[in-house]
């Protein structure tokens, strides 16, 4: 087990960011990677008579130091939903009625324990800790249930034969009880605090604080990077703070990796990634994705006083966009059918005109040419574009 | 258990290393998983590996059945509907007499042309997926051809294994009433889910709140619930898998998650079905060779050419036509899934069914060439003057109407950039 568990922290090192480079372009390939990494060490330890649970747990380990895991785990997530039902039906099903409520007494006593005990420990731990009341009780009662993987080591006791089934059913039992009733514990947790302040803030000093985690807030968001979004950033740098960018090019998530644009890698269609961005608290948000889905939840979940900005294939398309409630709407292809057209109209009123603007736009392609792209100056590239109309 | 996770661990470890090697190359993910699958045969024993495909069969169908959407059949289907029917029929009828010709019965005729004639929609789709998302005419062809067939597919399925489940009805009374049956509780079954889709899943949705989780895991039960619909009625399970698929609409506000969890799922059935299949196939004999290369020749030549001509007599021109066919040529998977199923149920010879594999695995990988390389092909078939007649008479209808021109201008391309430089150059 030690020998896997080395392999999987040098090729966590060396081998996987690689692997995963090579794979990141293909949505397939990535997926399957990441599944044929689990297979890997489940197969060497079953091979070698180890537990397959705990070479599982090392092929994750490892693939997550990479930098593609968010994106790994969301695409990965149905097939452990799936899987997990099988897995605790099927404990579900090898316990009878009778065993499950064999060593009932005993069960509500040790939940009463495990809950009651779990948060005092918990509770003293956090504020021992230095952190504020609220946040130790917080901490806490969202703690006070069984681990579904008392389960797994119920499970793999039964088959190991350590365990008779009634032992598994008392910790069936034990799971049923605590994880219900924390449920509401965790749902109700912020008026529960409030009935109870005056216990806890016994525990109150001047030196307590919480250190505050990074939290995104009234920032940036843009979907995906390419020449319509790239001149933006710096403008949004500037006037906006903090901007966040999703994308499903592995190039990118390598390109900004030392810049001062935060790069999540990955689709914008998982859930957990757009927590992860912080939509719902940006105060922009420019999306140069023309996939309809996309921006439709883009435009849904963005707060409403945020400016949403959108990218659309069609007219139509575009018409729809503004409908659903985007506060603009670029077809960048109509754009720069506008634009020529302008500069057509200005040839054949005065050619003079033309050439000028022409040789200015040549200039500014050749400065975007020589910084290797339009971030480095820093939004001039931007504004100049603005001032010519 | 335990004994899943060798054969799983060498179907993914296998797939993973190939799909590896030639990611810079951009084949399609299926035939390659074909390949691995001849490659690990022996690892993988036989009978569990049957269990393994027919619930990768379930899931690949449900996923299909969900991306269906009857609403929009018929502006789908309008294109095409006449072209994947005569396709059909021409290129089923030819390889059907040609295996009859080489001594198959009738039955493993039908299932030896149905594999000539439909298309695969994932090897298909994913290889026309620029031409598709750019909304070019070849692509919507593609698409919608592939949709049609898909379901002429599915019905096809209904049919064929229709007599699959009650084989005593089929040898001891008459074959109709071995047909009759199961296709009418498949109708009813279809009617079930197109009831649930209608009056129950909103209602499924909003009682799953938003949890991603709870919708996803409503869907897979619907699954279950009709896989075993079917298997209680004696129904192939493709059929109750493709009614679940019905029974879940997409219009709804989080199918965005909805959507990838299925695309992972989908990935991960694909992966395991199309390797299993490979690994079914032994080393082939000089009969499976001769038989797989008439399919073989029927697939690559026969159908791209009945495509060329039944599209070029619905008024399209001949490139459009010729680069819809090159994302045509190959066996669909639908078609292996009825091979699976036949061979389950006896209806074909192990011969028979690693003929329509083999020709399968070559012809998913020559149409990825022969569509690499679409444009240069048909520009060597029309210097060869076969499309001449064809295309004749637009260029005389071009000539004809314009003057003689001078000091003008030439938009190349009319889509939103052109028609805009246009309207300048008119004024």
Same mark, same amino acid.
């Not at chain 2, 049957?50 to 929009?72: H, S, T």
């Given at each position: 087990?030690?020998?896997?568990?080395?392999?999987?922290? &040098?090729?966590?090192?060396?081998?996987?960011?690689?692997?995963?480079?090579?794979?990141?372009?293909?949505?397939?390939?990535?997926?399957?990677?990441?599944?044929?990494?689990?297979?890997?060490?489940?197969?060497?330890?079953?091979?070698?008579?180890?537990?397959?649970?705990?070479?599982?747990?090392?092929?994750?380990?490892?693939?997550?130091?990479?930098?593609?895991?968010?994106?790994?785990?969301?695409?990965?997530?149905?097939?452990?939903?799936?899987?997990?039902?099988?897995?605790?039906?099927?404990?579900?099903?090898?316990?009878?009625?009778?065993?499950?409520?064999?060593?009932?007494?005993?069960?509500?006593?040790?939940?009463?324990?495990?809950?009651?005990?779990?948060?005092? &420990?918990?509770?003293?731990?956090?504020?021992?800790?230095?952190?504020?009341?609220?946040?130790?009780?917080?901490?806490?009662?969202?703690?006070?249930?069984?681990?579904?993987?008392?389960?797994?080591?119920?499970?793999?006791?039964?088959?190991?034969?350590?365990?008779?089934?009634?032992?598994?059913?008392?910790?069936?039992?034990?799971?049923?009880?605590?994880?219900?009733?924390?449920?509401?514990? &965790?749902?109700?947790?912020?008026?529960?605090?409030?009935?109870?302040?005056?216990?806890?803030?016994?525990?109150?000093?001047?030196?307590?604080?919480?250190?505050?985690?990074?939290?995104?807030?009234?920032?940036?968001?843009?979907?995906?990077?390419?020449?319509?979004?790239?001149?933006?950033?710096?403008?949004?740098?500037?006037?906006?703070?903090?901007?966040?960018?999703?994308?499903?090019?592995?190039?990118?998530?390598?390109?900004?990796?030392?810049?001062?644009?935060?790069?999540?890698?990955?689709?914008?269609?998982?859930?957990?990634?757009?927590?992860?961005?912080?939509?719902?608290?940006?105060?922009?948000?420019?999306?140069?994705?023309?996939?309809?889905?996309?921006?439709?939840?883009? &435009?849904?979940?963005?707060?409403?006083?945020?400016?949403?900005?959108?990218?659309?294939?069609?007219?139509?398309?575009?018409?729809?966009?503004?409908?659903?409630?985007?506060?603009?709407?670029?077809?960048?292809?109509?754009?720069?059918?506008?634009?020529?057209?302008?500069?057509?109209?200005?040839?054949?009123?005065?050619?003079?005109?033309?050439?000028?603007?022409?040789?200015?736009?040549?200039?500014?392609?050749?400065?975007?040419?020589?910084?290797?792209?339009?971030?480095?100056?820093?939004?001039?590239?931007?504004?100049?574009?603005?001032?010519?109309? | 258990?335990?004994?899943?996770?060798?054969?799983?661990?060498?179907?993914?470890?296998?797939?993973?290393?190939?799909?590896?090697?030639?990611?810079?190359?951009?084949?399609?993910?299926?035939?390659?998983?074909?390949?691995?699958?001849?490659?690990?045969?022996?690892?993988?024993?036989?009978?569990?590996?049957?269990?393994?495909?027919?619930?990768?069969?379930?899931?690949?169908?449900?996923?299909?059945?969900?991306?269906?959407?009857?609403?929009?059949?018929?502006?789908?289907?309008?294109?095409?509907?006449?072209?994947?029917?005569?396709?059909?029929?021409?290129?089923?009828?030819?390889?059907?007499?040609?295996?009859?010709?080489?001594?198959?019965?009738?039955?493993?005729?039908?299932?030896?042309?149905?594999?000539?004639?439909?298309?695969? #929609?994932?090897?298909?789709?994913?290889?026309?997926?620029?031409?598709?998302?750019?909304?070019?005419?070849?692509?919507?062809?593609?698409?919608?051809?592939?949709?049609?067939?898909?379901?002429?597919?599915?019905?096809?399925?209904?049919?064929?294994?229709?007599?699959?489940? =009650?084989?005593?009805?089929?040898?001891?009374?008459?074959?109709?009433?071995?047909?009759?049956?199961?296709?009418?509780?498949?109708?009813?079954?279809?009617?079930?889910?197109?009831?649930?889709?209608?009056?129950?899943?909103?209602?499924?949705?909003?009682?799953?709140?938003?949890?991603?989780?709870?919708?996803?895991?409503?869907?897979?039960?619907?699954?279950?619930?009709?896989?075993?619909?079917?298997?209680?009625?004696?129904?192939?399970?493709?059929?109750?898998?493709?009614?679940?698929?019905?029974?879940?609409?997409?219009?709804?506000?989080?199918?965005? #998650?909805?959507? #990838?969890?299925?695309?992972?799922?989908?990935?991960?059935?694909?992966?395991?079905?199309?390797?299993?299949?490979?690994?079914?196939?032994?080393?082939?004999?000089?009969?499976?060779?001769?038989?797989?290369?008439?399919?073989?020749? #029927?697939?690559?030549?026969?159908?791209?050419?009945?495509?060329?001509?039944?599209?070029?007599?619905?008024?399209?021109?001949?490139?459009?036509?010729?680069?819809?066919?090159?994302?045509?040529?190959?066996?669909?998977?639908?078609?292996?899934?009825?091979?699976?199923?036949?061979?389950?149920?006896?209806?074909?010879?192990?011969?028979?069914?690693?003929?329509?594999?083999?020709?399968?695995?070559?012809?998913? =990988?020559?149409?990825?060439?022969?569509?690499?390389?679409?444009?240069?092909?048909?520009?060597?078939?029309?210097?060869?003057?076969?499309?001449?007649?064809?295309?004749?008479?637009?260029?005389?209808?071009?000539?004809?109407?314009?003057?003689?021109?001078?000091?003008?201008?030439?938009?190349?391309?009319?889509?939103?950039?052109?028609?805009?430089?246009?309207?300048?150059?008119?004024?």
């Amino acid at each position: 087990m030690g020998a896997i568990g080395v392999f999987s922290y &040098i090729a966590a090192r060396y081998l996987l960011p690689w692997l995963f480079r090579q794979a990141a372009g293909d949505r397939e390939t990535f997926f399957i990677l990441g599944i044929a990494w689990a297979f890997l060490f489940i197969f060497a330890s079953e091979e070698l008579n180890l537990s397959i649970e705990v070479g599982a747990f090392l092929a994750g380990l490892s693939l997550a130091q990479v930098q593609y895991t968010s994106e790994l785990t969301e695409r990965v997530r149905p097939i452990t939903d799936l899987f997990m039902v099988v897995f605790f039906s099927s404990i579900g099903l090898r316990i009878a009625a009778d065993e499950l409520l064999l060593y009932w007494q005993e069960a509500v006593i040790a939940s009463a324990v495990l809950m009651i005990g779990n948060f005092a &420990i918990m509770f003293f731990l956090i504020n021992y800790e230095d952190f504020t009341p609220e946040t130790s009780f917080l901490g806490s009662i969202n703690m006070v249930q069984v681990s579904e993987f008392s389960l797994v080591v119920g499970a793999l006791a039964v088959s190991q034969g350590f365990v008779g089934e009634p032992i598994l059913g008392y910790l069936s039992l034990m799971a049923i009880l605590t994880m219900s009733l924390s449920t509401y514990l &965790i749902k109700y947790n912020h008026q529960i605090y409030d009935r109870t302040k005056p216990i806890w803030d016994r525990f109150d000093s001047p030196d307590k604080k919480d250190v505050e985690l990074k939290m995104y807030d009234n920032h940036a968001v843009v979907i995906g990077l390419d020449e319509v979004t790239k001149p933006v950033l710096p403008a949004l740098k500037d006037r906006v703070g903090d901007v966040v960018i999703v994308d499903r090019n592995p190039q990118t998530a390598d390109e900004f990796a030392d810049s001062e644009y935060d790069v999540i890698y990955g689709d914008f269609k998982h859930s957990e990634l757009r927590k992860e961005a912080g939509l719902k608290r940006a105060a922009v948000v420019l999306s140069s994705s023309v996939q309809s889905e996309i921006n439709q939840i883009a &435009i849904r979940e963005a707060n409403d006083d945020a400016i949403v900005i959108v990218e659309a294939g069609t007219v139509d398309q575009a018409l729809d966009r503004y409908e659903e409630g985007a506060h603009y709407v670029t077809i960048p292809t109509v754009l720069t059918g506008l634009k020529i057209r302008a500069y057509l109209e200005e040839y054949f009123t005065g050619r003079e005109g033309f050439f000028e603007t022409v040789r200015e736009d040549v200039k500014r392609l050749q400065a975007a040419n020589e910084s290797g792209s339009y971030l480095t100056d820093g939004g001039k590239a931007t504004e100049e574009v603005n001032t010519d109309e | 258990m335990s004994e899943l996770i060798a054969p799983l661990a060498f179907v993914f470890i296998g797939s993973a290393i190939l799909l590896l090697l030639v990611s810079r190359i951009g084949l399609p993910a299926v035939p390659l998983y074909i390949v691995v699958g001849l490659a690990i045969g022996e690892f993988i024993p036989p009978g569990l590996t049957l269990e393994l495909a027919q619930l990768g069969i379930a899931f690949l169908v449900f996923v299909f059945g969900v991306n269906v959407e009857p609403e929009r059949f018929f502006s789908v289907a309008r294109d095409s509907e006449y072209v994947a029917a005569a396709q059909l029929f021409i290129v089923g009828g030819a390889t059907f007499a040609v295996g009859f010709l080489l001594g198959l019965e009738p039955v493993s005729a039908a299932f030896f042309a149905t594999a000539a004639s439909l298309s695969s #929609s994932l090897v298909g789709r994913k290889l026309a997926k620029t031409d598709i998302r750019e909304n070019l005419i070849h692509g919507r062809l593609t698409e919608s051809i592939h949709f049609v067939q898909d379901l002429f597919a599915i019905g096809i399925i209904l049919v064929l294994s229709s007599a699959v489940f =009650i084989p005593e009805a089929a040898t001891t009374g008459t074959v109709l009433d071995g047909v009759a049956l199961p296709l009418g509780y498949g109708v009813m079954i279809l009617g079930v889910a197109l009831a649930i889709r209608v009056y129950l899943f909103d209602f499924l949705v909003s009682l799953s709140g938003d949890s991603d989780e709870l919708i996803m895991l409503t869907s897979i039960a619907l699954l279950i619930s009709f896989l075993a619909l079917s298997e209680f009625v004696g129904v192939s399970i493709a059929v109750g898998a493709f009614a679940a698929g019905l029974a879940i609409t997409r219009d709804f506000d989080a199918n965005l #998650s909805l959507q #990838s969890a299925l695309e992972s799922i989908e990935t991960f059935f694909t992966a395991i079905f199309f390797v299993t299949l490979g690994s079914l196939v032994a080393i082939p004999n000089v009969d499976v060779v001769a038989l797989a290369i008439a399919l073989g020749v #029927s697939i690559v030549i026969l159908k791209p050419v009945v495509t060329i001509v039944v599209l070029i007599r619905e008024g399209y021109d001949a490139r459009t036509a010729c680069l819809t066919s090159f994302s045509l040529d190959q066996v669909s998977e639908f078609s292996l899934i009825l091979a699976i199923s036949g061979l389950l149920a006896g209806q074909i010879t192990q011969q028979l069914f690693e003929v329509i594999i083999l020709a399968s695995a070559v012809t998913m =990988i020559t149409s990825t060439i022969t569509y690499q390389y679409d444009d240069r092909i048909y520009r060597a078939f029309a210097r060869t003057g076969v499309f001449d007649r064809v295309n004749a008479p637009n260029i005389e209808h071009g000539i004809e109407t314009a003057k003689p021109l001078e000091d003008h201008v030439i938009v190349i391309g009319y889509g939103k950039l052109g028609s805009g430089v246009t309207a300048v150059c008119l004024s």
